[in-house]
């Protein structure tokens, strides 16, 4: 099997080489991900600007460090290492959760966005670590992938359709097993924080703290809380069919 990883934590983070690790096992690797942390860059991709590609090595694979976004990234690995193209694209191991709307702000989920784009089966792949300086529990995501990557890989392929895997930033004896769910709402409050610089001018952090939604039974937010690696299925196809179909002929009629 033909594997393209890439992140957005950066080349020397340490969840791409565990994800590298683990997808030396089922296939050959290449890996093609950021020169420097690019999280929360969402679906961002390089246009007006070249894009350099250092070529290196990751846990033994064959690897580019480029200046770019996880979609360059994907790219420009799929042109240098992969140009008959792939059968997987793994993005992460997020340091981080990638849990309900995070999925939209998140560059880790829009590498395996881009692998979709792509017709590429594609896997988004984050530790839940929800207290900054925690320990990472990356050997937890580590053992998981290596005994359940097979389970994923056994999954119905979708056209369009990636998959957001969530692991709990916990020892591995405390997962609770694994649920497929929807994603759920995870809103932030206080979401910006003014301060002053050393002149007095105000300047600004984007953070918050996350409001939990009790009633999300079955969502990636619940689920992840009890435990459980979240495997949450997410559709390129951002039309709301339902509301589509509730809609159309009262809008066309009018
Ligand atoms: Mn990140």
Redesign the pocket.
């Known amino acids: 099997m033909r594997i393209l990883i890439t ?3 950066g080349i020397r983070a340490e969840g791409l080489r565990v994800l590298a690790r683990v997808a030396k096992q089922f296939g050959e690797v290449k890996i093609a991900a950021p020169d420097r ?1 690019r ?1 929360a860059c969402s679906h961002a991709m390089t246009l007006r600007d070249p894009i350099r590609a250092v070529e290196t090595a990751v846990e033994g694979c064959q690897a580019w460090e480029v200046d770019g976004f996880p979609v360059d990234c994907v790219n420009v690995g799929l042109e240098l290492g992969w140009p008959e193209g792939c059968d997987l694209v793994l993005s992460g191991v ?3 959760p990638n849990l309900g709307f995070d999925t939209t702000y998140s ?2 989920v829009a590498g395996a966005m881009e692998g979709a784009i792509n017709g590429i089966f594609s896997i988004a792949v984050s530790m839940a670590i929800f207290v900054s300086g925690a320990p990472p529990h990356f050997a937890t995501g580590e053992q998981w992938l290596c005994e359940n990557m097979e389970r994923l890989l056994r999954l119905p392929r979708k056209r369009l359709t990636f998959l957001n895997v969530n692991i709990p930033a916990i020892a591995f004896d405390g997962i609770a097993g694994a649920k497929m769910v929807g994603m759920g709402e995870r809103v932030y409050e206080e979401r910006l924080v003014q301060r002053e610089d050393p002149w007095g001018r105000p300047y600004y952090w984007q953070g918050g703290v996350v409001v939990m939604n009790e009633e999300q039974a079955e969502k990636d937010v619940a689920a992840i809380n009890d435990g459980y690696v979240t495997v949450t299925p997410v559709t390129l196809d951002w039309t709301d069919h339902a509301y589509l179909e509730e809609a159309q002929r009262e809008f066309e009629e009018q």
Request: aromatic fraction near 10%; glycine fraction near 20%; charged fraction near 30%.
């Open positions: 992140n957005d934590d942390e999280s997020n340091y981080g560059g880790t």
